[in-house]
């Protein structure tokens, strides 16, 4: 029965608590697929075994290679209205991250479902270390969270010669802790064994049959505690036994009687004698999946760049619709918030330049500024992940901002300054991986389009923070200035009472050790480093333009703080509007190329702004700077999203960290390099720039862990 991707996963839920136990049966292609659906079951499972004999392989982890194991269970799932659950082997390397990536590939292309095993493929040790198959399992179960994704997790002792009952269990009771819905091991011995495992287990129980040796009904099944029951590649044997038949009687005695037995074509397409469904076999299924498919094994950097998608996107997610009811709130929520911190960029300098500072000592209070708001960014995300009401926390932000500000406008000293304005950078950077990660969560496959929407709302207060401030500042002073900017800040907060409710609370639980060691190993492998180094280049970039422009304009061309305002303003706006567009492009075509067009136009623009004869030419050339770097922000966050593989805030607190606490740096070494000709700032950035674009393009390279195939991964675009 057709309906939404949620309403087809609580149908598929549903089945594993029915008070008898149903049949899950393993088609090996499509066309296998439309005969079990049309057959009356409801659901379906890939098989392994039945794939490889269908393309003349052994089924071992040498054998079969990922990506046609992901495009088998993808050609299943487009076949079908049922829900697909497939075998995903080892999640296709060592490595909990492996997993994680594997159920992201996985729930990406349609499945509603998949089984991570615990075997390594090793005949010499061919089980994973307990400690490791769980982390592997909570890896996998942390991508499937929150998303229509049944996470089965298999011990697998009984199938490589450990026929251990105590430990089977063992790790079946700590997978179930580590998050998979679904409880499998293969092999077991009897009935006896099988009602053990039932029962001391707290989550369904698949068990397969058609195996050689001792074979149980569904009604003995049953009443043995299973809830699900899969049949391997048992299918595939029968269909190949058949054909051998056939084929020997041909050699043997020249005869045809094996006709008699076989099926006639209409049965072949929708699999009984009586039509029970028609059947189009170029139709698209009434689902649409996004056909993207995500590469991402660790240590692979090309990963975090999705490939080109070959068809047309499709109009709703295969996670939660878009919730506008969300997206704009947080926008009017992050102009409110960011109003102040944006004002900084002519507060600052108005206030340098009142106290007779120099380009270094202004750039200083620029970096200070952002390294308070590096300090919040990690522990913000971790808590958005962590607690129950993710709405209080925001709330709270809006008064820590106001309150920061508001102290530094009455001051003079200049550390008392850079102290006060580096706590309220702190309170505006909170609200970024919470505001973010809650976003990111809810709209999980057009992540970078959220952010983008997110985003407009911090780039809408650049423009009227920066008109503002330039008034103010022109009648009046920076201390007016800075009092008027926290005012919206200060009305969002109550505004934001009623909006917390709407936002969907999770399951609070303390941040566990292995949450952090995965992060750990996420955030500290060569791939990470890319990473790293991608968004410091990018973020240095934008820090040196934005915060030179403004003195660059007023000391070198003689512009009011007005007019230096304005021209800020409308540099910036561009950027903002193109953002939610580039979002949204990235979502479809990968990071990748927006990352390299963006920062390879802002390393031409600051170039030319470098050398430009002219106001008229300045303004050009660093508006092209500002715009191509303000558009693709939404794109670099992505791409920590991409990276994290789950944990939005925290990820996207790290992001911050690197963006804003070692971005920061470009600000005070722009100012050092300006020191005798500001010019050299923009030459400076546009160096920058051209280093990210270069950490966007470099060259392709072998995943190390080969997919444990001892095979090349299929890289994006390949």
């Not at 038949?245 to 099926?263: K, L, N, P």
Request: hydrophobic share 50%; glycine share 10%.
């Amino acid at each position: 029965m057709p309906g939404s991707i949620e309403e087809k996963y609580e149908r598929f839920r549903a089945l594993h608590f029915k008070d008898s136990a149903f049949v899950i049966p393993n088609p090996w292609d499509a066309g296998t697929a439309r005969i079990l659906s049309a057959l009356g079951f409801e659901a379906l499972a890939t098989t392994s075994a039945g794939y490889a004999f269908s393309v003349g392989k052994r089924d071992s982890f040498a054998g079969l290679a990922r990506g046609e194991v992901m495009a088998n269970a993808r050609a299943i799932a487009e076949a079908t209205e049922l829900p697909v659950s497939a075998n995903l082997e080892d999640g296709f390397g060592a490595s909990p991250e492996d997993c994680a990536c594997t159920v992201d590939e996985a729930f990406r292309i349609g499945l509603m479902g998949g089984s991570i095993e615990d075997a390594t493929g090793n005949l010499d040790d061919p089980i994973h270390e307990f400690d490791l198959a769980v982390e592997r399992i909570g890896a996998a179960a942390e991508a499937a969270r929150d998303r229509p994704f049944l996470l089965t997790a298999r011990a697998e002792n009984y199938l490589w010669g450990r026929p251990d009952l105590d430990d089977t269990i063992k790790r079946l009771q700590a997978f179930s802790r580590a998050g998979a819905d679904v409880l499998y091991a293969p092999g077991l011995p009897d009935l006896e064994a099988i009602r053990t495992v039932c029962r001391e287990v707290d989550k369904p129980v698949n068990v397969v049959m058609g195996l050689q040796g001792a074979s149980y009904t569904v009604d003995a099944l049953t009443e043995a505690g299973v809830q699900r029951i899969s049949v391997g590649g048992s299918f595939a044997r029968a269909a190949l036994g058949a054909l051998i038949r056939a084929a020997e009687e041909v050699r043997d005695s020249g005869t045809f009687a094996y006709a008699g037995q076989a099926i006639p074509d209409r049965q072949c397409l929708d699999g009984s004698s009586e039509t029970q469904r028609s059947f189009v076999m170029a139709s698209e299924p009434t689902l649409p999946v996004p056909p993207q498919k995500t590469i991402c094994t660790a240590g692979d950097f090309w990963a975090l760049f999705p490939p080109i998608r070959r068809t047309a996107p499709v109009p709703r997610t295969n996670g939660e619709p878009m919730k506008p009811k969300l997206l704009v709130p947080f926008a009017l929520g992050h102009f409110a918030n960011d109003v102040a911190p944006v004002g900084m960029y002519l507060i600052i300098p108005a206030f340098g330049l009142a106290m007779g500072l120099s380009p270094v000592e202004i750039g200083l209070l620029f970096t200070i500024h952002s390294f308070g708001s590096a300090m919040a960014h990690l522990p913000a995300g971790i808590l958005i992940d962590h607690v129950s009401n993710r709405g209080l926390p925001l709330i709270v932000t809006f008064f820590w901002v106001a309150l920061g500000y508001f102290g530094a406008s009455l001051v003079s000293d200049y550390w008392t300054f850079a102290l006060l304005i580096a706590v309220a950078g702190a309170g505006d950077a909170a609200w970024h991986p919470m505001a973010t990660g809650i976003l990111a969560r809810v709209h999980k496959d057009r992540k970078a389009y959220a952010l983008g929407v997110h985003a407009l709302g911090g780039h809408f207060s650049e423009v009227v923070a920066l008109v503002v401030a330039g008034y103010l500042i022109s009648i009046a002073d920076w201390r007016v200035a800075l009092q008027v900017l926290v005012l919206p800040g200060l009305v969002m907060e109550f505004v934001f009472i009623g909006v917390a409710r709407r936002v969907p609370r999770i399951e609070a639980v303390r941040p566990r050790k292995a949450d952090l060691a995965r992060m750990w190993r996420l955030w500290t492998s060569r791939m990470a480093l890319r990473v790293i180094l991608l968004f410091s280049a990018y973020n240095m970039a934008l820090f040196a333009t934005s915060t030179m422009t403004p003195v660059f304009l007023k000391s070198v061309h003689g512009l009011d703080w007005q007019e230096t305002a304005l021209a800020m303003a409308a540099m910036m706006a561009l950027g903002a509007l193109a953002q939610p567009s580039m979002g949204r492009i990235s979502d479809v075509i990968g990071r990748r190329p927006l990352l390299i067009a963006g920062n390879a136009l802002a390393a031409v623009g600051a170039i030319a702004a470098w050398l430009a004869p002219s106001l008229m030419a300045v303004l050009v050339a660093l508006g092209l700077v500002l715009t191509t770097l303000v558009a693709i922000r939404a794109v670099v966050l992505a791409v920590a999203l991409d990276h994290g593989g789950g944990r939005e805030g925290t990820s996207l607190g790290l992001a911050f960290v690197f963006l804003d606490g070692i971005g920061a740096l470009g600000a005070v070494l722009a100012g050092l390099i300006g020191e005798r000709d500001l010019s050299l700032a923009f030459l400076f950035a546009g160096l920058l720039s051209a280093v990210a674009a270069g950490l966007s393009v470099l060259p392709r390279r072998l995943s190390p862990d080969r997919c444990a195939h001892g095979e090349t991964v299929a890289q994006p675009g390949d």
